[in-house]
């Protein structure tokens, strides 16, 4: 594997990652959002991710989403709680979201020190020639 490869196969992960950290981000944003009861909740986003087609890196296959039926959570003093006091709240668990932004986040700096080490070598590779 050439040292540019490295550097693209890398970079594929790095904007995987990224994307994937955006989609997480969203998530928490977005998890006290209320509706209406006749509304539909803030359906969570989950990336998924595979190899690329050409065999070099990975790619972003799509991108799932959550329930838009979310959990009804009683809020009578909320302005859009219905008559009986419930409103609609997403379904998304604080916890789970926080540990896939950590596997996120790791994974993603994994990527860029790929990165940087491929292009280290490259600049002492030039470098022998001088």
Do not use: C, H
Not at 71 to 78: F, S
Request: charged residues 20%; without cysteine.
């Amino acid at each position: 594997m050439s040292i540019f490869n490295a550097i693209g196969v890398a970079g594929t992960g790095v904007t995987v990652y990224r994307k994937w950290l955006d989609a997480v981000s969203d998530n928490i944003a977005n998890m006290n959002n209320t509706s209406r009861t006749s509304e539909n909740a803030f359906q969570a986003r989950y990336v998924q991710a595979r190899a690329a087609q050409d065999g070099n890196g990975a790619e972003v296959a799509g991108v799932q989403l959550g329930s838009a039926q979310g959990i009804l959570a009683y809020e009578p003093d909320n302005p859009l709680a219905d008559n009986q006091g419930y409103v609609r709240r997403p379904d998304i668990d604080m916890g789970s979201q926080m540990a896939q932004m950590i596997m996120a986040q790791r994974s993603y700096q994994a990527n860029l020190s790929v990165v940087d080490r491929a292009r280290d070598a490259y600049a002492a590779a030039i470098n022998l020639g001088k």
